[in-house]
């Protein structure tokens, strides 16, 4: 039986691998070396997706650093490393990278739906707290509405809306500002020890870590809670 925690009013969820898990990931990225080699026609698919790496590698940097290095950047930095700084082709390969998961979808992870239900009719604050990579939030959201997930959660904070990533404070308290909750009122469910149960507790939110989907073996602080299943944080509150 997982920890109870008492005077809990807002539960706050990480997006992917917490609510939602992709449901091709390398067909996406396939689509966006597809849609570089079509903008950078002289490049193999060795060499596109070689370029497209690198880029999400400035982007993990500056995601460690509680910084943002979001699609818009990482399609510049394809393009203006082999020579093209024209705004056009610069955002039309940004929305290509951004919607490239549209097509391939996402999956909703096992009782995500029941679990944000059940917290809605015990009138329990529900809020989304996610970092973005090549998907921000404007898709982020059709995905999970897609899923049948977006109506539950009464505020979105994306970290590319934001311009912070957890485990920056300002995403967390703005979430919580949204949600008229105190720090000590709410509990944060994530996947990631550095980000997600770092974040929460930095400014004094309880967190839980979800393993169910990816369970996070790196040595950063562990979360007070740990839960397999998603309906599990609804024990932690105190909702039969």
């Not at 539960?11 to 990931?25: E, H, M, P, Y």
């Not at 067909?27 to 698919?45: C, S, V, W």
């Not at 029941?114 to 996610?130: F, N, Q």
């Not at 004094?204 to 740990?226: C, K, L, P, Q, W």
């Amino acid at each position: 039986m997982a920890k109870r925690v008492e005077g809990i009013r807002a539960v706050t969820f990480d997006c992917w691998g917490t609510l939602l898990q992709d449901r091709d990931w390398e067909g996406a990225n396939r689509k966006r070396i597809g849609a570089l080699r079509r903008f950078l026609p002289d490049l193999n698919e060795q060499e596109a997706t070689d370029l497209l790496m690198e880029a999400w590698a400035k982007h993990d940097d500056a995601w460690k650093q509680v910084e943002t290095f979001g699609p818009g950047r990482m399609a510049a930095y394809c393009l203006e490393a082999k020579g093209i700084s024209d705004d056009e082709p610069i955002n039309e390969l940004t929305r290509e990278f951004e919607e490239a998961s549209l097509e391939n979808g996402v999956i909703a992870v096992e009782g995500a739906k029941e679990t944000l239900d059940a917290l809605g009719k015990a009138s329990v604050r529900v809020g989304l707290i996610c970092d973005t990579g090549f998907t921000p939030g404007r898709v982020v959201r059709n995905l999970l509405e897609a899923e049948g997930l977006l109506g539950y959660l009464e505020c979105q904070c994306f970290s590319d809306e934001c311009g912070v990533p957890k485990p920056g404070n300002e995403i967390f308290l703005k979430c919580l500002a949204e949600l008229g909750a105190r720090p000590p009122e709410a509990i944060h469910v994530g996947d990631l020890k550095r980000t997600d149960i770092a974040g929460a507790h930095d400014v004094g939110m309880h967190a839980a870590r979800f393993r169910g989907v990816h369970n996070d073996r790196t040595e950063a602080t562990e979360a007070e809670i740990v839960i397999d299943r998603l309906e599990q944080i609804l024990e932690v509150v105190g909702i039969a």
